[in-house]
């Protein structure tokens, strides 16, 4: 373990997964962890609640803002802190598939694709998605039929409430 990452949840991770399970020291370690987390809750909560909020409200405008010189510079920081959070997460979540140990880098072969063989040459695989993209394709055919009627039902019909959602809508 001395070239392992360090970490709690992975420490509980391996002691649920071992040969022999030791779900006492994993539950007692989960319940530390929890321990520990409780008086920065309740400091966070007695931080807060000593302050007053207050809801500033108005009416929204759609309507565009002329940025002038500053158009390009921000789409260029917009466009950079889009791939900060959501493809350099991506790139690396895809790196550390291909790597032999997450995060270890002492290793005399630091990449390998067996992880990717052993998984697509896995049968259940195929039957997982093939199950995953029938439920998928069932219950997106239901929720549109269901909805379409229930759309189709509140357009054609009077009901009772509906001189008060005009009222709300004004």
């Not at 071992?18 to 007695?46: C, D, F, H, K, N």
Request: with cysteine; aromatic share 12%; charged share 10%.
């Amino acid at each position: 373990w001395s070239s392992d990452v360090c970490s709690s949840d992975l420490l509980i991770y391996r002691q649920v997964l071992a040969r022999v399970p030791e779900y006492g020291q994993a539950t007692a370690l989960s319940m530390l962890i929890l321990g520990s987390m409780v008086p920065l809750i309740l400091t966070q909560q007695w931080l807060v609640g000593r302050r007053n909020f207050s809801t500033i409200s108005g009416k929204y405008a759609n309507r565009l803002f002329d940025l002038g010189p500053l158009k390009w510079p921000v789409f260029v920081v917009l466009v950079a802190l889009l791939a900060l959070m959501v493809v350099v997460p991506i790139v690396f979540l895809l790196l550390s598939s291909f790597m032999t140990q997450y995060g270890n880098f002492n290793l005399p072969s630091v990449f390998t694709v067996n992880h990717w063989q052993r998984i697509l040459s896995d049968p259940l695989l195929l039957r997982a998605l093939t199950n995953t993209v029938v439920i998928a394709a069932g219950a997106t055919l239901f929720a549109t039929t269901l909805f379409t009627l229930i759309a189709y039902v509140s357009l054609r019909t009077k009901f009772r409430s509906e001189e008060h959602t005009s009222e709300l809508q004004s």
